[in-house]
């Protein structure tokens, strides 16, 4: 089956490379079948890199622990899903995953423009090619999932060697987060290569007008989707798994994750100024370069063992070829941008700061900012290290204390871009508009001073959400007014109408509702509480206004591990809320000791016990207990932006009345050249 | 029952106030809904209205101001055992690192060691890596000012092009546009007929 791998891991990267010189060569001289050619072996390295993803999965599944990653990642005893996701648990089979995504979106776009005349999508598939290849002979050549335990017993020779157990996964990925939180931020970092093929496309082809934006677009909100919820998923995992309270450590990797989805984030919205008013041409094409270099940088960040991290993979060789490959790419990204400025010129006219243009351009600029400051700090130790010989440590205080203030900029822009009109905002119209959000924001920040909220920023923050709030439901209610008043219907009809009607408009406004419920939940943590507890069976201890009697305290045994259990009854005001069963875990394969969060959740805070120890001389159970106001705010701002960008990318009825009548001309053209050709 | 330095809430003098307000208000019918909206304001604000940022237990020193500044010290440095956390949040149980580096933190403030002292003289025993954040002199200056820098930079950048972009719009509407040629101007009239 190693071998089975190996092979198509050769075919892939044999028909990888055919495709891109085929698509480039066939595009460029005109051969059409030349071009089909190269179509068909994107679908074929799509196929062979998923019978070696297949392989791969069946020698874990089958324990065959003569292959080096299975022996290192997997064992006999772990639960079946975890094998499965043991695929992406390591270094040499993540980058394979991350091959076979590539590959599947390289077919999906092949797949989905197929139908699509000129050169852009033969370009487009071209460079999805080029990275593809880049990856295929990394997992060739640089880490080969598929290598075979060798041992060298003394004889100078090596020989075939397969341990009775495998090491198994690392205990604190065997978590059912992490069975989805990995693919789902690969679909995102992946994702971004298909707006920066398409962009590559149109500065090769000079085909520098709207149709590359419209191509790319969706692609673009689909990858920022799946990214965004990757993150999410990846701090759900960090709060339930890693028992220090949190969900967001600025940890280098955690990071890297950030900033592709920051910059894509700035694509996203100056990509409308590019739509409207043919403004900001250059800077898209910047941005969406810069996200992929930053995706591609990411998982360099993760793989080379440049900074130090808790979720970063072995230090390997293959840092040289990725850092090599970002070197390469981004020097041609630049040459092909410099030489195509006169193409790239654009109709940049600005009539008012006061305007929805000039919004996304303080809105882009703050984006960029936090990415920059994010960027900065996760390679300041490096820096440091280069000139003065000597690593400082970057944590989160520092990342705290810088993008806090541009978080509540953004989140006021927030507020204030959707209001402003195109071109120029009156003064009158500002009063008007922004009257009673104002009023709202003031409100909010007199009633925190009142109930003794004295520091600056929950004070901003909790202000800034309200006036966000009333800006969206003003606009929400403004448009539902109008509806209702043309059609009669009851408002949650008018709701539905308005945003069916314009899905992205309004999908956008839902995703600016989840990332204030995001920004209200990130400002909980400044009034978290934790304490220490330690109780015996039928003792109790207090921490914050909640109290805990040890009900049990018990061993816990299974064939992946073994360990302790307390049972805990939390109470609050002398009612019984809960009863938490947190756990201390010892897992044989790997011989590492986890914690096991056990929590309360409610929608004004969290109860978060984590088992810490027991006594050696009284037998104590020792918890360790933080009280997390607003935490679920996060999933559930998360969620909401998930919703929101779900509902922007369906299909308008107006555009899907435009694509049929265009594929019905192309249909008629196709037709018409047949005919001409048959005479 | 066992206390093991829960950490106190201090309310706003406003809360019971408030509170025993609302207890008055129950009687009413009308009033009873906005009684209970209030109650659950009421009872968000006790969540938040707490004077401490953050508080953490990971000391046995008793006297809150000496545990503020416990928290404060731990803040500012970075666990030595591998896992680089802030020694604030380092949850390893007995870790090599964070438990020796506490209680020698709690045993200089008994000894009425200032902060900075304190901090020092960490920084003397493992180097600058075990600061949370870079210092404020010298190179490591350039961590704290490069993002403002940049964003002042971006900032400038954004409003020259956007003068030049106003400038434009001033040109292209300065200048007076040519008399309508008699056909076009014929077409509009027929295209506005038929709308």
Known sequence: ?679 | MNHLSAPSRVLSPITPTVLAGCARWGAPIGATRWCHALRLVVLAALVFSSNAFAQSAKTQLKDPALATRFNEVSDRLVCQCGCNMILQVCNHVNCPSAVPMRHSIETQLLAGAPNDSIVAGFVGEYGLKVLSSPPTSGFNLAAWVMPGFALLVGLFAAVYLSMRWAAKRRVAVATPAGPIDPELKRRIEDEMKSV
Request: with cysteine; proline share 3%; hydrophobic share 50%.
């Open chain 1, 1 to 679: 089956m190693a071998d089975f791998g190996n092979i198509s891991l050769a075919l892939a990267l044999t028909f990888c490379v055919y495709a891109l010189f085929s698509l480039f060569f066939g595009a460029k001289t005109g051969r059409r079948e030349l071009v089909k050619s190269g179509e068909h072996a994107v679908y074929a390295v799509f196929g062979f890199v998923t019978l070696a993803v297949l392989a791969l999965e069946v020698l874990i599944m089958r324990s065959d622990f003569s292959i080096e990653y299975v022996a290192g990642y997997s064992n006999r005893d772990l639960p079946f899903f975890y094998k499965f996701a043991s695929l992406w648990g390591g270094q040499k089979g993540s980058l394979l995953f991350w091959s076979w995504i590539l590959t599947m979106y390289g077919a999906l776009v092949a797949l989905r423009n197929r139908q699509h005349a000129g050169k852009l999508v033969p370009y487009t598939l071209g460079v999805l090619s080029l990275t593809a290849a880049f990856f295929l002979i990394v997992n060739k050549f640089g880490a080969n999932p598929f290598e075979r335990l060798v041992v060298d017993h003394g004889d100078g020779a090596r020989h075939a060697f397969a341990p009775q157990d495998g090491n198994g996964l690392n205990p604190l990925l065997q978590h059912p987060a992490m069975v989805i939180h990995p693919p789902m931020l690969y679909l995102g970092y992946v994702g971004f290569v298909v707006p920066f093929a398409f962009c590559m496309a149109a500065l090769l082809t000079r085909e520098l007008g709207a149709g590359w934006i419209k191509l790319a677009r969706r692609w673009t909100l689909f990858a920022w989707l799946f990214l965004g919820a990757g993150v999410l998923l990846g701090g759900r995992w960090a709060y339930v798994e890693l028992g220090w309270g949190g969900y967001w450590a600025w940890d280098p990797v955690e990071n890297a994750s950030l900033m592709p989805w920051l910059t894509g984030t700035a694509f996203l919205h100056s990509v409308i100024v590019q739509e409207r008013k043919n403004m900001l041409k250059v800077w898209n094409v910047v941005l969406i370069l810069a996200t992929y270099m930053l995706a591609i940088f990411g998982t360099f960040l993760t793989r080379s063992g440049i900074v130090s991290s808790v979720h970063a993979f072995a230090q390997s060789s293959i840092g040289t070829f990725f850092a090599t490959f970002l070197v390469l790419m981004g020097a041609f990204a630049i040459y092909l941008v410099v030489t195509r400025l006169e193409f790239l010129k654009s109709d940049n006219q600005l009539d008012s700061y006061a305007s929805r243009e000039a919004s996304f351009l303080f809105n882009n600029l703050v984006l960029l900012a936090a990415c920059f400051a994010v960027f900065w700090g996760t390679l300041f130790p490096v820096f440091s290290e280069l000139i003065q010989g000597e690593q400082v440590t970057v944590g989160a205080p520092f990342f705290n204390k810088i993008n806090v203030p541009i978080a509540l900029f953004l989140l006021f822009l927030t507020g204030v871009g959707p209001l402003l009109a195109w071109r120029k905002t009156s003064f009158e119209s500002m009063k008007r508009i922004f009257l009673w959000p104002t009023i709202g924001g003031l409100v909010t920040a007199t009633a925190c001073v009142a109930f003794g909220v004295r520091s600056i920023y929950p004070v901003m923050s909790f202000s800034l959400a309200v006036f966000v709030i009333v800006t969206l439901l003003s606009e929400f209610g403004r448009a539902a007014r109008a509806r209702r008043r043309n059609t009669g219907e009851n408002l949650v009809s008018a709701l539905v109408g308005i945003t069916s009607t314009n899905k992205r408009r309004y999908g956008g406004y839902i995703v600016h509702f989840g990332f204030v419920l995001l920004m209200l939940g990130f400002t909980g943590r400044a009034f978290t509480t934790e304490g220490w507890g330690e109780a015996n069976v039928g003792e109790k201890f207090a921490i914050g206004h909640y109290d805990f009697e040890c009900l049990a305290i018990e061993d816990v045994s299974d064939p992946n591990f073994s360990g302790m259990r307390a049972t805990l009854a939390v109470s609050k005001g002398g009612k019984k809320i809960a009863e938490l069963s947190p756990e201390k875990r010892f897992y044989q394969a790997s011989q590492q000791t986890t914690s096991e969060v056990r929590m309360h959740h409610a929608l004004l805070e969290d109860v978060y016990v984590v088992f810490s120890d027991t006594k050696e001389d009284t037998g104590r159970a020792v918890m360790q207990v933080w009280v997390n106001p607003l935490v679920q705010w996060v999933w559930l701002g998360g969620f909401v932006m998930v919703l929101g960008t779900l509902v922007t990318l369906l299909p308008n009825r107006k555009d899907r009345a435009v694509t049929r009548q265009k594929r019905a001309i192309e249909q008629l053209l196709r037709e018409t050249d047949k005919a001409t050709v048959g005479r």
